[in-house]
């Protein structure tokens, strides 16, 4: 069973590309905290933030691509409606 993710036993689940839309929200609030804080160790989060906020970017990406080509392929998802995945083993 997932945690966090839309299947068949967790229906309420969510979306990859919206969770992590939802980290990379969060982030972003939390890096307005730091942005004036100039002290070497803030600048080193700061920097580190920004390597993670680019790579959940492109996982964004590459989750949205993903459930694009299962949509054209399979149509809509009902895994949250309790419906078979669109791939992969039931």
């Known amino acids: 069973m ?3 993710l839309v299947s068949e036993e967790n229906t309420t689940g969510y979306r990859l ?4 839309l939802t ?15 100039h002290r070497p ?11 993670i906020l680019g790579m959940l ?6 989750a949205t691509d993903s459930s694009n080509v299962l949509t054209k392929a399979f149509g809509p998802s009902r895994s949250g409606a309790g419906g078979q995945p669109r791939i992969g083993k039931p």
């Open 2 to 4: 997932t945690k966090f």
């Open 17 to 20: 590309e919206d969770i992590l």
């Open 23 to 37: 980290i990379r929200a969060d982030i972003l609030k939390r890096c307005e905290k730091v942005v004036d804080d």
């Open 41 to 51: 160790e803030a600048l080193h989060v700061m920097q580190n933030n920004m390597k």
């Open 57 to 62: 970017t492109e996982c964004i990406n590459l």
